[in-house]
């Protein structure tokens, strides 16, 4: 496994959008709780937001296919929609790792 870049110190603040309690939201809660754990031990903060309970923050965040998550700090911002499961590409797109 290449190196992570993620800077040391610097906390990870990620939002995981979802709506009720399907099978593909736990997968996506599972993997970025897996990615957290392994790259960024004790830098990570994960909210879930279930659209289905707050349906205004799909709008008010532009939400267009759930899951999706919004890695708000360290900026940029950064938005991956799906379960998460290509671990690679959620990698580089938390810019956790090179894009190569």
Do not use: W
């Amino acid at each position: 496994m290449r190196e992570a870049l993620s800077e040391k110190g610097k906390e990870y603040e990620l939002r995981l959008y979802i709506s009720g309690e399907t099978p593909g939201a736990k997968q996506a809660l599972d993997n970025i709780k897996d990615i957290c754990f392994e790259y960024l031990k004790g830098l990570c903060h994960i909210v879930v937001i279930d659209l289905s309970q707050h349906p205004e923050m799909a709008s008010r965040k532009q939400i267009v296919a759930i899951p999706t998550l919004i890695k708000e700090l360290p900026l940029p911002v950064r938005t991956i929609i799906g379960t998460l499961s290509e671990k690679e590409k959620v990698l580089v797109g938390l810019n956790i790792i090179p894009k190569q």
